[in-house]
């Protein structure tokens, strides 16, 4: 039986700047996330209220990053022989059920605040939701460059990108409210961005679901990996052929192939196999049996 264990991973110092980074982003989102909360009733405005359940994602998936780079340092042990990785896909699964909460929440308000208007303080107002835009754009200049390398950090920057959008949304109610007094159009935004997020929240909890399903991960070819195993010389037969993710990012495989006896006696046929399906497919820990065509015991 042959493995491969993940071979590129990040550079300490790198780890060690992307984990910087997501700190002073996390901060930055954290404390303006208590403000506008305060902001949202003191204005009244739900649209603000909205964006602050927008923003408490962001915060949640800022440390959800924070977390797995620290996680993923510690070694395996007797009792979780993967290590501790897979806590990031449940504190995922856990933001996404809440956030579901919270948009039904603001939606059903939204529809409320519609049949009967409150007074908005637009000043204030458009006050805080501009400042919001420019927490967003300091956390989306910081995050920008390291979204490059590293798909966790690639995720807590698209959540900072898409509460961007929802902070101009609110800026936009903002200035609307205060030169024509239409008080509805705040209710408009605040369901606007509910809806907004509802349809990625599902996107999340459904990717966190098929990961702790064992399920094949987004973007996985099975078939196509299979034609790979198959394009090996020597290679007869394929079963048990099984491709799962421990986290984001990190995909496993498992397979037996049926071979003919000179290929298992090739010491170089099990490496040759795991570097191509590392390669070509980004499956960072193989495990492949090898099973002689003339029935003899299987080789590992």
Avoid at 17 to 27: E, F, N, Q, Y
Avoid at 28 to 38: D, H, I, K
Avoid at 96 to 125: C, G, H, K, N, T
Avoid at 229 to 243: C, D
Wanted: overall charge negative; charged content about 15%; hydrophobic content about 55%.
């Amino acid at each position: 039986m042959g493995h491969t264990h993940a071979r590129s991973r990040l550079p300490a110092d790198t780890s060690a700047d992307h984990a910087r980074k997501l700190r002073i982003a996390l901060a930055l989102t954290a404390s303006f996330l208590a403000v506008e909360l305060a902001a949202a009733w003191f204005t009244k405005s739900l649209a603000l209220l909205s964006d602050a359940a927008h923003m408490f994602t962001d915060a949640g998936a800022l440390a959800i990053a924070l977390v797995a780079i620290r996680v993923a340092r510690r070694p395996a042990d007797r009792k979780r022989t993967f290590g501790y990785q897979r806590f990031e896909i449940l504190a995922a699964a856990f933001n996404a059920m809440l956030l579901f909460l919270v948009a039904a929440y603001i939606l059903w308000e939204a529809y409320d605040r519609l049949r009967a208007p409150v007074e908005i303080q637009s000043v204030p107002m458009l006050i805080v939701a501009f400042a919001g835009l420019v927490v967003n754009l300091i956390s989306m200049r910081m995050l920008g460059s390291a979204s490059a390398d590293s798909l966790n950090v690639k995720g807590a920057y698209l959540e900072v990108w898409s509460d961007f959008l929802g902070s101009v949304g609110v800026v936009i109610a903002a200035a609307v409210i205060w030169l024509t007094g239409w008080t509805w159009v705040d209710s408009g935004v605040a369901a606007l961005i509910g809806l907004w997020v509802l349809p990625r929240t599902w996107i999340l909890l459904g990717d966190s679901l098929n990961i702790l399903l064992q399920g094949v991960p987004e973007g996985v070819d099975l078939a196509a990996i299979e034609d790979a195993l198959r394009g090996f010389p020597g290679v007869q037969e394929i079963h048990a052929l099984h491709v799962w993710a421990l986290t984001t990012g990190r995909h496993v495989m498992s397979a037996h192939l049926v071979v003919d006896p000179s290929s298992l006696r090739d010491a170089a046929f099990l490496a040759q196999v795991s570097e191509a399906m590392e390669q070509r497919f980004r499956l960072t820990h193989t495990t492949i049996q090898l099973e002689s065509s003339e029935a003899e015991s299987p080789h590992c």
